[in-house]
């Protein structure tokens, strides 16, 4: 484990220390250790029992389930900034999940005692940590109501227009101004896992939505162009006009 140099400046920008000066958030970083990974790596498993909250300080990270079969189910694609982890404490429980590192990682440990001492004992992160959870329930939910009453292209851009949601929403705590184009960065394969659909039927849907110009599509990226469209796309639960 190492301590970097620029640590107290990523934790600035975490969303459950937002409510903290810049002198608190420094003093913290200097008593969190951090772990490197590389991408592909699995560094959390269902068989794992220690108590333990991670924070991506770098990278994507990626939770996601195995089928009997072996078939892939994402949970969730996670960003610099964010926590989760295995903590009854924290209310976090990763509940058989695996945790990957999508791409090259950097990340905090925070173990059941330094929470105790560091986060819940603080009010201003426990209602950040509450805010926070609360939040990934709602955006479970929809994506659970989506695919029970929608079909695939409504659902893809709803998905989307979740990701843009949340840059959009960090844009605006960290005071950055916002464009009119949101980029996101996420594979097809990625896409597809988060909606439990072939990766064939997420590629042709992201092409259909590039042919009519509400998305730009690049290698590991797309770049949102209408997201009045999407929206639009986003409300369809009858017969699609895409497929």
Sequence with gaps: MKKSPDQPIFLRDA???RDLTEAEVDALGEKMPMKDYAAKTVFYTPQDKTEIVFMIKRGRVQLYRLSASGDIFMTAILEAGTFFGEMALLGQK???NFAEAATDCTICLISRADARKYLIGDERIAYCIIETLGK???ELEQRL???A?????ARVASLLLQFANKQIEHQNKSKTNSANEIEIFCTHEELAQLLGIHRETMTRTLREFSRLNFIRLGRGRILLLDMDGLL????VRGKSFIM
Excluded: H, T
């Excluded at 639009?232 to 409300?235: R, V």
């Design 149 to 153: 009453l929608k079909r695939v292209p």
């Design 15 to 17: 969303e459950i220390f």
């Design 232 to 235: 639009d796309l986003s409300a």
């Design 145 to 147: 109501a989506d695919s």
């Design 94 to 96: 990763l509940y058989g």
């Design 136 to 138: 990934r329930l709602l």
